[in-house]
Structures are given as structure tokens and as C-alpha cells.
């Protein structure tokens, strides 16, 4: 019997007949990254292969790494098997990646959202035999409300915290979450400050996308210069001696995982807004039915209910373990924001 055109291995995912990897997670020759979050660019590899978007960012990451930039639809040919990124719409530069082989098709999504979230390139459905795809938020109590109306929510919040004289201190994390918060925040309401980790990836980014002025929080920072208005944080300066200097204060966290009100009870926040760079239940469904793939491979998250649900639905799925997270419920502490802490 032939090889499959992937095979899940202990490295990560990899394609036999052109001997490369896509987002392994164990070092190895040759990688094709689908985006910058950890989980799916890992260091150590000897050569990358990513959309260009994403190429500040992973160097930003990763250090001096050997990384070549493509553009969407760029094909570009391992061995006859053809490989191009495609538009995932997770955060800025997120790709998904077809790998072409005789005449099969196979479609690897990375992580996704199917609402255009105004500053990565939108999600395209492509036509596949076999998709794999995550479903960190694949059950039907996940359903997302249009990021307009919560970031309408988000700075009437904010208002309410100035008007009571308070700091209002928002969690997200610091590539993609922090950067989607920030572009829609009204800058009328008040200013908008940033934690160094934030602050420095949105530096990187600052070519790509035009974002609202923001302010480093340092150790000159006073506490009355941040009364009223707003700090951008990751998840991790929550409970941190950083933030005690900014009394009185309120804390939200914009997530998936705030669709369940114990999970921000026990993270003591104030303050929950549902949003996320992956799709929900129906993101999902709608963007596997687009792809009119036969055979779909569950990655990460609810991967046992959601590939039942789509044998269900008469799909041929299967799940395949990983060690990609999606959006994870606790803070994923990273090397780099801790020393910024
Ligand atoms: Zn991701």
C-alpha cells in the first residue's frame, strides 16, 4: 500500500515523498510553518518555510533563523509534490497549507477562523480530498457573537472603568489577541498602554497592519498616568507584581474560553468577553463542508466529540494526536514573556 501524502509521525506531520515537515514540533531538516504562534514554530529546525507576514515574526521569536517567505498561492514544488499557503485567517500571517501530490490534495489548516477579523488575511476555503483541521472550540456551545458587537461591549467597558476612575487591564495574548484588541480600541476614550511583550511584538507587526498609538508601561510609569485608561497584557501578568501598581484597577480577558464563566471565576477577572482567533462550532462545520474533502483529520482540541459528530454526518474522520494546543485555557507562560515581566 502507499505511503499516505502526510503521515502523523513523533516529530509532527510529514510528508514522505518531499522529506519535509509542517509545523513539527521536534527540530528536523526542512519545516513548513502555517504561523508564529509556539506551538507551531518551534525552534531548532534548520530550514523554514512560511508566508513572508510571518517571517518578522517568527525571527522576532526565534531569533536568526533560515526562513524563506512565500506569498499566497505561491507554488512551489518539493520532489513533484506542489505546496502553497493559503489564507487562514487565525492571525496575521496564518496560513493553511496544500500539499499536492498525483492528482490528491490535501489541506492542512494549522489553527483558523472563518470571520475576517479586519487585520489577517481572510480565511479561502480550498477544494481538498483530505482536510486536517483543528477544532479547539468544536462543540456547539461555542458560538461567537461578531467581533463589532463585542468590541463594542469591550469600550463601553473600558468608559464605565474611566468614568469610575479606575485602570482597566485587558488580557490577550501577545501575538494576535493583544493586536486584534488593539486596533478597535477607541482611542477617544482614553489612552492605551502596553506590557513589554505586547509592546514588542506589536512593533513587529507595525509595517503590516496600521495600529492605534501605544505606550510602554516602564518603571517611570505612574500610577495616575494610567487612571482611566487602558493596559494591554498576556494572561501570564495577571496576579503579577506588575500590575499592583495600577490599584485601583479591573481585569478583563478576551477568549473562547470566557464562554464559560468558571473559567474566568477561577482565574479571579472581572470581567469576560467571548473572542477567539478560531472558529466556532458552526466556523467550523461551514469552512469543513467548503473544502468538500472526503476525509477529515482531527488535530487538536475536542477531537474525539468533533470527529464523531462529522462521522455522524456520514464524513470519514479520525483523530491524530498532536502537540498543538489552539488557545489555551491557562496561560501558556512562554520563555520570552516572562522575561518581559
Ligand atoms: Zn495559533
Keep these: 500500500m502507499n505511503k499516505p501524502l502526510l503521515e502523523f509521525t513523533a516529530k509532527g506531520i510529514y510528508c514522505d515523498a518531499a522529506k519535509i515537515y509542517l509545523d513539527p514540533w521536534k527540530p528536523v531538516d526542512k519545516a513548513i510553518?502555517?504561523?508564529?504562534?509556539?506551538?507551531?514554530?518551534?525552534?531548532?529546525?534548520?530550514?523554514?518555510?512560511?508566508?513572508?507576514?510571518?517571517?518578522?515574526?517568527i525571527r522576532?521569536?526565534?531569533?536568526?533563523?533560515?526562513?524563506?517567505?512565500?506569498?499566497?498561492?505561491?507554488?512551489?514544488?518539493?520532489?513533484?509534490?506542489?505546496?502553497?499557503?493559503?489564507?487562514?485567517?487565525?492571525?496575521?500571517?496564518?496560513?493553511?497549507?496544500?500539499?499536492?501530490?498525483?492528482?490528491?490534495?490535501?489541506?492542512?489548516?494549522?489553527d483558523y477562523k472563518d470571520e475576517d477579523d479586519g487585520i489577517s488575511t481572510p480565511f479561502q476555503p480550498i477544494k481538498c480530498n483530505t482536510f486536517i483541521?483543528?477544532?479547539?472550540?468544536?462543540?456547539?456551545?461555542?458560538?461567537?457573537?461578531?467581533?463589532?458587537?463585542?468590541?463594542?461591549?469591550?469600550?463601553?467597558?473600558?468608559?464605565?472603568?474611566?468614568?469610575?476612575?479606575?485602570?482597566?487591564?485587558?488580557?490577550?495574548?501577545?501575538?494576535?489577541?493583544?493586536?486584534?484588541?488593539?486596533?478597535?480600541?477607541?482611542?477617544?476614550?482614553?489612552?492605551?498602554?502596553?506590557?513589554?511583550?505586547?509592546?514588542?511584538?506589536?512593533?513587529?507587526?507595525r509595517p503590516i497592519v496600521d495600529f492605534p498609538k501605544t505606550t510602554l508601561i516602564t518603571k517611570e510609569t505612574k500610577k495616575e498616568d494610567l487612571s482611566g485608561n487602558i493596559v494591554l497584557a498576556p494572561p501570564?501578568?495577571?496576579?503579577?507584581?506588575?500590575?499592583?501598581?495600577?490599584?485601583?484597577?479591573?481585569?478583563?480577558?478576551?477568549?473562547?474560553?470566557?464562554?464559560?464563566?468558571g473559567a474566568r471565576r477561577r482565574r479571579a477577572i472581572d470581567k469576560g468577553f467571548v473572542l477567539s482567533d478560531h472558529c466556532d462550532w458552526h466556523g467550523l462545520l461551514k469552512s469543513i463542508n467548503a473544502t468538500g474533502a472526503e476525509k477529515i483529520i482531527?488535530?487538536?482540541?475536542?477531537?474525539?466529540?468533533?470527529?464523531?459528530y462529522l462521522r455522524e454526518q456520514g464524513f470519514d474522520a479520525r483523530t491524530e494526536e498532536t502537540q498543538y494546543e489552539g488557545e489555551p485555557l491557562e496561560a501558556n507562560t512562554t520563555a520570552k514573556e516572562e522575561a518581559d515581566l
Excluded at 47 to 53: F, L, M
Design 33 to 57: 510553518i502555517s504561523h508564529g504562534h509556539a506551538d507551531h514554530s518551534r525552534w531548532g529546525h534548520k530550514k523554514y518555510i512560511t508566508h513572508h507576514k510571518n517571517v518578522p515574526i
Design 60 to 110: 522576532h521569536r526565534l531569533g536568526e533563523i533560515i526562513v524563506t517567505g512565500k506569498e499566497w498561492e505561491e507554488t512551489f514544488s518539493i520532489n513533484n509534490v506542489k505546496f502553497s499557503l493559503h489564507p487562514a485567517g487565525h492571525i496575521i500571517g496564518s496560513s493553511q497549507i496544500r500539499v499536492e501530490h498525483k492528482g490528491e490534495v490535501w489541506v492542512f489548516t494549522g
Design 133 to 205: 483541521t483543528e477544532c479547539t472550540f468544536g462543540l456547539p456551545a461555542f458560538t461567537w457573537t461578531p467581533q463589532k458587537t463585542v468590541f463594542e461591549d469591550i469600550n463601553q467597558w473600558w468608559h464605565e472603568n474611566r468614568q469610575e476612575g479606575k485602570t482597566s487591564i485587558l488580557f490577550g495574548y501577545s501575538l494576535g489577541k493583544a493586536q486584534r484588541l488593539l486596533k478597535y480600541l477607541n482611542t477617544d476614550i482614553g489612552k492605551i498602554y502596553t506590557h513589554g511583550a505586547i509592546e514588542n511584538m506589536t512593533e513587529v507587526l
Design 236 to 261: 501570564t501578568a495577571h496576579g503579577s507584581t506588575w500590575i499592583r501598581k495600577m490599584v485601583p484597577y479591573v481585569t478583563a480577558s478576551a477568549s473562547g474560553w470566557m464562554t464559560f464563566r
Design 298 to 308: 482531527c488535530t487538536h482540541g475536542y477531537t474525539e466529540i468533533f470527529s464523531r
